[in-house]
């Protein structure tokens, strides 16, 4: 695959948005400082341009923060030729240590419910700016927690039963109902 980047302006005179044709991931990852990219090799190796200030990652795009002495007309070829390079050479945003994949707990049954939310309704929640974490299951009612955008969201309701109901009734039959465990 031909890896394509291109640049969008921001709102923010000091950022630019590098879109790129391929996912790069599920959620976020927002690298405020050199320091807190330690855990990725691509923020890490963006921070090693002196003009980079901030680095911020969501599905298909890095939004980068320049240093106010920095020129976008100077500085956006050299960025976008990095970001093609470092997308083909499959730089990691985040490094997944051990200790944080996730480590459910429970019942067999507990840890499949649990492993399925995990893998197939948390990316998609994070895309839409929210959070759900699995709570309980007691006599085929599972309780989850919907956070972020999610929380209060007119469509939540819609995604708890439409979406995840139906996902982990299909996957695990003895699921009888999702419900959520309002903040």
């Known amino acids: 695959m031909t890896i394509n980047v291109y640049t969008e302006q921001t709102p923010n005179p000091a950022t630019m948005k590098f879109m790129v044709n391929k996912l790069l991931i599920n959620g976020s990852e927002d690298f405020a400082t050199k320091e807190s990219a ?103 009612v599972v309780t989850v927690e919907l956070r972020g955008s999610c929380s209060g969201c007119p469509s939540s309701t819609i995604t708890l039963k439409s979406g995840i109901q139906n996902l982990l009734q299909r996957m695990v039959p003895e699921v009888k109902e999702v419900v959520s465990n309002a903040m």
């Open 38 to 140: 330690a855990t990725s090799p691509f923020a890490s190796e963006l921070f090693k341009f002196n003009f980079v200030n901030g680095v911020f990652f969501a599905s298909n795009f890095v939004t980068i923060t320049k240093t106010e002495d920095a020129e976008w007309a100077d500085i956006e070829p050299i960025l976008k030729e990095f970001v093609k390079g470092a997308v083909e050479s499959e730089y990691k945003i985040k490094e997944v240590t051990a200790d944080e994949a996730p480590e459910f707990e429970g019942t067999d049954l507990e840890k499949k419910i649990q492993q399925i939310l995990f893998d197939y309704v948390r990316p998609a929640v994070e895309q839409d700016g929210g959070a759900i974490s699995y709570k309980s299951f007691d006599e085929g």
